[in-house]
Nanobody
Framework: QVQLVESGGGLVQAGGSLRLSCAAS????????MGWYRQAPGKQRELVAR???????NYADSVKGRFTISRDNAKNTVYLQMNSLKPEDTAVYYC?????????WGQGTQVTVSS
């Protein structure tokens, strides 16, 4: 089965930066679409960023200019670089892998931004 292991969450002050990582295994990583979702308490889960096999990216309007998604196919890893963090970014962040309509989820990592 596909396995996604996330790391990099934590507590940061507003204006700070954090980088999330997600390592995938048991998959041909280079051909899949990877993404990051987040869910804050009492709110719907939302797509934060996505990157396809060609490197094409898209972002939620709320994070454009602040977050960057990237992938290293040699390491089977996707990253989310988060800069200029705001308290509104506080959420559990989930790594996702999309393979032909089947979506796999990581365990989630908590990001907390203090004001």
């Amino acid at each position: 089965q596909v396995q996604l292991v996330e790391s990099g969450g934590g507590l940061v002050q507003a204006g700070g930066s954090l980088r999330l990582s997600c390592a995938a295994s048991r998959i041909m990583f280079s051909i899949v679409t990877m993404g990051w979702y987040r869910q804050a308490p009492g709110k719907q889960r939302e797509l934060v960023a996505r990157i396809n096999s060609s490197g094409l990216t898209n972002y939620a309007d709320s994070v454009k200019g602040r977050f960057t998604i990237s992938r290293d196919n040699a390491k089977n890893t996707v990253y989310l670089q988060m800069n200029s963090l705001k308290p509104e970014d506080t959420a559990v962040y989930y790594c996702t892998l999309d393979r032909g309509g089947a979506v796999y989820w990581g365990q989630g990592t908590q990001v907390t931004v203090s004001s």
